[in-house]
């Protein structure tokens, strides 16, 4: 019982040392991650090779599929252009499995006390999180060695051998088997792994443990599937034509796995080798055949999840995938792009207001009204998205970009409550009333609302881009809506001297109005803030070198 307990605890310090390294790496390199994929896609030859390097540095096909998949969602890069980079992934994997399976007992030390020193002394640094990663990748080679001691024992006893007798010798059993256990597991890598370990100790026969093999293989397409069940229809079409190549080449390979024995045995005489060896040739071969197949399945996947019509109903988040919180700067980018969604209804929400103030349109303003619920609940799903997060998961850039997020949708919000009041008051001193605006009113108000509309997208873009000159104008938007604040308020006055009728009539709304225009404008400007004080470009007080400070009295007692 003990040394099946020992078992048992080795192979969950090998899931846990990958998961270490998986999440250790795209906390030190994701945006870089991100870009080296984003360019790779010129041609299938170089998206291969990309994917064959990233998840080589990251240990999990899973974790890049997830990267990818997010850019095929945003339709910046076909379905077909993708799978290219997951059958170079599947093969960076085999890579790592075969690096692994060398006598590494002498690096396993080294890499935990190094690891260890740097986190400690350096946590908060790169320097840390590069410890961490050297703390995982030590931890992987210290469990291969525990399960090695741990097997022996086990090898030994007659009721262990005549269970192993016993076992069917059923490949279809054996890779569904791999593919739950990778499940489990979330890494197809340990699984991989794991089986050449118990193999080489003759815990598993080699068939057996082949057909595992395929099962891991076959597992990690049903793992993306997984992570991408509750994503739009483009995210999931990426893992779907991946989970198609790992079905098709198991399904081929199953009647070549005798052969396939055969020539192991002849060419490779360690067992440990054999399993390795096998798992990298399946992936060579499975990317060499369908590489020029990937714009035909990705066609084929596109035209079977179709991109579906936007519904009438926008509360629903769209991109809050909970299984991306694994992977901190693709969750942080999932927020990102819900938080945009957020805008884009707010934005539907601000253009309306004209059409109402014209047309004394109650249904539309009713229609308008139910929408700041929308905000609400999109605001509420993304603040509790976010929470989920782990802050010390986040690098320092990370860590901004979820606090400019926070404050972004906490804008998007107020935005929407103050429409909402707008559009009553509208409904309450205009349209019930049976009052309208003077021509120079009317003019005034849809200048205002268009600059308002202008500044919106314009905070938009600064949100997606941060880009400083934009933040810039965006923050120079805010003295002018408020110079034409004044003015328009000055006219409406003097319309009122010269007893225009419309503007006593509509007065108080009039006002009203303008100053709400402008506590939105506020909200929007406030998004060049953060951007703005990262780059040094603020001041510390507004009022500094001001004509106000020479009214202040010399003798600070007065």
């Known amino acids: 019982m003990l040394h099946l307990l020992n078992l048992l605890a080795a192979i969950a310090l090998l899931v846990w040392g990958t998961h270490i390294v998986r999440t250790g790496v795209l906390r030190v390199f994701g945006e870089s991650l991100r870009g080296v994929l984003a360019k790779s896609f010129s041609n299938r030859a170089t998206a291969m090779v990309a994917g064959m390097g990233v998840t080589t540095i990251v240990q999990s096909s899973t974790a890049t599929c997830l990267i990818v998949a997010s850019f095929v969602g945003k339709g910046l890069v076909t379905t077909g252009a993708a799978l290219a980079v997951i059958l170079g992934a599947d093969v960076g994997t085999a890579l790592m499995a075969v690096v692994f399976s060398f006598d590494l007992s002498w690096l396993s030390p ?55 007798v016993a076992l069917p010798n059923d490949v279809l059993l054996d890779i569904i088997v791999g593919a739950v256990l990778t499940v489990l597991s979330y890494s197809s890598l340990a699984i991989v792994l794991l089986t050449a370990t ?52 198991a399904l081929g390979a199953i009647a070549l796995l005798p052969q396939a024995h055969v020539m192991l045995q002849q060419l490779v005489p360690d067992i440990h080798q054999q399993i390795v060896f096998f798992h990298l040739v399946f992936n060579l071969v499975l990317a060499g055949l369908f590489i020029s197949f990937t714009g035909l399945v990705g066609r084929t996947v596109e035209r079977f999840l179709k991109e579906p019509t936007l519904a009438a109903n926008m509360a629903r988040p769209r991109h809050l995938d909970p299984l991306a919180l694994a992977t901190p700067s693709l969750a942080i980018s999932c927020a990102a792009r819900e938080a945009l969604h957020q805008a884009d209804v707010v934005e539907t929400m601000l253009r309306g207001i004209l059409p109402v103030l014209r047309h004394n349109d109650l249904a539309l303003a009713d229609q308008l009204r139910k929408m700041d619920d929308t905000v609400d609940e999109l605001y509420s799903a993304i603040k509790f998205y976010l929470t989920q997060i782990s802050r010390e998961a986040l690098s320092e850039r990370e860590g901004k970009r979820w606090t400019d997020i926070v404050s972004f949708t906490i804008n ?32 005034e108000i849809c200048h205002l609302h268009e600059r308002l509309t202008s500044n919106l997208r314009l905070g938009m873009s600064v949100f997606l881009d941060g880009h400083v000159r934009d933040a810039k104008k965006l923050l120079e938007e805010k003295a002018r809506f408020r110079d034409l604040e004044h003015e328009y308020a000055a006219s409406h006055i003097a319309r009122l001297q010269d007893n225009t009728a419309q503007s006593i009539e509509t007065s108080s709304l009039h006002l009203d109005l303008i100053s709400e225009l402008k506590r939105i404008n506020s909200h929007i400007c406030s998004i060049a803030y953060p951007i703005l004080e990262s780059a040094g470009a603020l001041r510390k007080t507004r009022i500094r070198n001001s004509q106000l400070v020479s009214l202040l009295p010399d003798d600070p007692g007065n």
């Open 110 to 164: 080294l890499l935990i006390f190094v690891g260890v020193l740097l986190f400690i002394s350096r946590q908060d640094t790169m320097a840390g999180r590069i410890g961490r990663v050297l703390i995982g990748l030590g931890l992987i080679t210290l469990a291969l060695q525990l399960i090695v001691g741990a097997t022996k024992p086990l090898t030994e006893s007659p009721a262990v051998r005549a269970l192993l």
């Open 412 to 443: 998007m919000e107020q935005i929407g409550d103050i429409i909402e009041r707008v559009l009553q008051d509208i409904e309450d001193k205009k349209i019930r009333k049976n009052r309208s605006f003077s021509d120079a009113g009317m003019a």
């Open 198 to 249: 118990l193999a080489s100790s003759g815990l598993l026969p080699v068939p057996v443990a082949l057909g595992l093999v395929l099962g891991a293989n076959l597992g990690s397409g049903v793992l993306a599937m997984l992570a991408t069940s509750g994503s739009s229809p483009q995210v999931r079409r990426l893992p779907l034509g991946n989970l198609i190549f790992k079905t098709l080449g």
